[in-house]
Structure formats: structure tokens, C-alpha cells
């Protein structure tokens, strides 16, 4: 109610000033003027076209088609991401260029850093005391060892002599080889050891390399820094391709899983049109939103179309039937005036020509123009009622 009354003091206020441009004989020409046969203009001050909110914008050149938009957003594809995890507790050791950062391609295979690893004082210790243990073990199961043997030759000689019989040499003989048996895996464990002790002296190292050929999304750790398999250091992703997913109302849900080819816009980069791939679909509507999911697989070409950001995904349709379109523009700026349509053009500055035009079908919002209007012609896209109310008081005046 406040909005019409404002429109009302405001639609007064014009016509009082129409009226006095009338009455004064120095003063401007009466607003409505015939620019052609048929086609009068209205003229207003700025302070006028201010107070009144009237607004155009160049008519659009029409497109090939029907198209719907809906909005998506760039993800990663699956199958072509990869992350780098240290195989054991450490610290991050660079190569002599540094570790790689975010946003740098690399190759499969290539070097990404070190992990280093050195044993605590108190790993160090166990393993020296293991050591010893090992070692008394060797001389045990060697002594053990020289003790059978021993017993193993006088049964010999024994049984040799008619004393003993053949079961008793031959529990001799497996005595003797169960305690060589006992001393070559004592040998086999502390050799084990040794090495370790070794290693103890000086760091374990391991080299980190690229699982896959991508770009660096992620670098959760710096030079130095102790790390862990508890999680990633490097995560990279393939983006020669990325995916489009994009939420379509069940409306168009249908004419989105069959179009096997889409066209895709970022808003960053209006000129470039992308092509996309269908992929596959959730089949399922989202009970809140009324959307189904739908994926599109997409040649990122150099790179451009960066994960998370928000593009276009403009769903091909029906082509346009009937008379050829000569322009675009919004529904709101056609009225209907005495069983024709027209528009209001701004052929000057606050100089607004009225336009019978020919109209055809809405499409996304806007209304197909067949005839009476071209591309780049502004056009009144707000205020055109009271624009329209201003060539009626002025007429009267004249």
C-alpha cells in the first residue's frame, strides 16, 4: 500500500510539472513529442528519472534455443586423486628445491621430500639390551650345541660296541640336530639386531614420491616438521578433468540425464563455454529441495576451472519454432497497450521513445522479440508504467 501510494505522489508530482511546461511560453516543449508516426517520447529531468527509478539496459541478442540454467559446482573426479602418507613416525626432509607447494604440477614418480627417522634414547637402549640377551643365547644354545655333538660320538661307539641299541644313537642324532637348529636361529635374531643397532647410530630414510601425475591441492606439513601415517602430507589431484556437480529440479531432472552433452559457463570467465559429459545421477530427489544430483565430466582446458568454484550448466532444449527473433529481454519491460505491445527506448539521455513491438514466446524470464526492436538498443527495464502514465498526462497537456 506504501509502494502505490508513493507511485501515486510521484505520478502527481510529474504531472504538475508537465502541466506548467504547458502553461509557460519560454519554458521546455510539452513531453509527449512524435519522434516517428506513432512513436511519441517522453522526456524528464534526471532528478526526475531518479526519483522515479527508471532504469533500462541494452535488449539482448536472442539465443539459439531454449536452455535452462542450473547452478553447479567443480569437484574433484573420482578415481583421480591420491594422497602421500609416511610410512613411519619422522621428520620431513626436503630435497634441495624444497618441498612442493600447492598448486604445482607434478609427475609420477617424482621425488616430494624424505622422511627421516632416528631412534629415541629409549628405543636405542631396548635394542642394545636385546642385543646382549641375543648374545648370551648364541653362547647357551653353543655350548648346548658342543654337549650333544659330544653325545652324539660316544653313542656312536656305543652302539658301534653291541652296548646300546640303534633307537638310543638315534635319539642322540636328533638331539644333536635340535640344539644346532636352537643355535642357528639364536645367530639369525641377534644378526637381525646388529643391523638394527647399526641403524640406530645414524637416521632411517625414506623417499616420498608422487603416486599419480597432478596438480598439489594440499601440503599438511612443513621442512622439519614431525610427521606420521596418521595422516597425509601431500594431496593431489588429476585436474586435466574435473566433474560438475550440479543440483537439477525434478522438473528438468529428466532432460538433464539425457542430455549427454551440456554446455558449461563460469561466471569468472563468461567468454569461455565448456563442454560437459554426462556422468551419472543420483536417481533420487532430495525431499527438502525437490533436486536430484547429476555429475558431468569436464576438459579443464589449461587449468582454468578451479575445484569449489561455482559455474553455469546450461541443459540444451527445445529448438525455437516459428518467426526468427530479432532480440531479448526481461518479461517486465513490455506492457500492453490498446491490443499491441511496447517498449519503451531510451534514444537519448532521459529521452524515452515508446516502441510497438512484436513479441513471441518467455523463455528463462525474457521475452523473445520478433520485430520493432534490435540488439544493443536500451531499453526501460524498470519504471515503464510510469513512464507510460507520463506520455499519457503529457499528450493531455499538448
Known amino acids: 500500500m506504501l509502494y502505490r501510494n508513493s507511485i501515486v505522489v510521484l505520478v502527481l508530482s510529474l504531472a504538475a510539472f508537465l502541466a506548467g511546461c504547458g502553461k509557460g511560453g519560454g519554458e521546455a516543449k510539452p513531453a509527449a513529442e512524435q519522434a516517428a508516426p506513432g512513436n511519441p517520447v517522453v522526456k524528464l529531468t534526471a532528478a526526475q528519472v531518479e526519483s522515479l527509478g527508471i532504469r533500462s539496459a541494452p535488449a539482448e541478442k536472442p539465443s539459439a534455443g531454449e536452455y535452462v540454467v542450473i547452478q553447479g559446482r567443480v569437484v574433484p573426479p573420482s578415481g583421480r586423486r591420491a594422497s602421500v602418507i609416511a610410512p613411519f613416525p619422522g621428520r620431513l626432509v626436503a630435497d634441495a628445491g624444497g618441498l612442493p607447494i600447492v598448486g604445482r604440477h607434478v609427475e609420477q614418480g617424482q621425488s616430494l621430500g624424505w622422511v627421516e627417522q632416528l631412534l629415541n634414547a629409549t628405543e636405542a637402549l631396548h635394542v642394545g639390551e636385546r642385543r646382549i640377551a641375543l648374545a648370551a643365547e648364541i653362547e647357551r644354545a653353543r655350548r648346548e650345541a658342543e654337549q650333544r655333538g659330544r653325545d652324539l660320538e660316544r653313542a656312536r661307539k656305543l652302539y658301534e660296541g653291541g652296548v646300546i641299541a640303534l633307537k638310543q644313537l638315534q635319539q642322540a642324532e636328533l638331539d644333536s640336530h635340535t640344539a644346532g637348529t636352537r643355535l642357528e636361529e639364536a645367530q639369525k635374531a641377534k644378526a637381525a639386531y646388529d643391523g638394527l643397532d647399526k641403524e ?28 606420521d601415517p596418521s595422516k597425509p602430507i601431500f594431496d593431489i589431484a588429476d585436474l586435466s578433468t574435473v566433474w560438475v556437480e550440479a543440483r537439477v529440479f525434478e522438473e528438468y531432472a529428466g532432460r538433464a540425464r539425457d542430455a549427454r552433452q551440456v554446455r558449461i559457463v563460469a561466471p569468472a570467465d563468461p567468454d569461455t563455454v565448456y563442454t560437459g559429459r554426462f556422468v551419472s545421477s543420483t536417481r533420487q530427489v532430495d525431499a527438502a529441495s525437490r533436486t536430484e544430483g547429476v555429475l558431468y565430466a569436464v576438459e579443464n582446458r589449461g587449468g582454468r576451472l578451479a575445484l569449489g ?20 529481454v526481461p518479461a517486465g519491460a513490455v506492457f500492453r497497450e490498446e491490443g499491441v505491445s511496447a517498449v519503451f527506448v531510451e534514444r537519448q539521455p532521459r529521452v524515452y521513445e515508446r516502441r510497438i513491438v512484436e513479441t513471441g514466446q518467455v523463455e528463462r524470464g525474457r521475452l523473445v522479440i520478433l520485430k520493432g526492436l534490435a540488439p544493443g538498443e536500451p531499453v526501460v527495464v524498470t519504471g515503464a508504467a510510469t513512464l507510460r502514465s507520463a506520455q499519457s498526462l503529457g499528450s493531455k497537456v499538448e
Do not use: C, D, K, M
Not at 640406530?200 to 610427521?227: D, K, M, N, W, Y
Not at 519454432?321 to 530479432?326: F, I, S, T
Open 200 to 227: 640406530s647410530a645414524g637416521p632411517r630414510r625414506v623417499e616420498l614420491r608422487a603416486p599419480i601425475s597432478g596438480t598439489i591441492l594440499e601440503v599438511a606439513a612443513s621442512a622439519g616438521q614431525q610427521v
Open 309 to 328: 568454484s561455482f559455474v553455469e550448466v546450461r541443459l540444451p532444449g527445445r529448438e525455437r519454432r516459428g518467426p526468427a527473433a530479432v532480440a531479448e
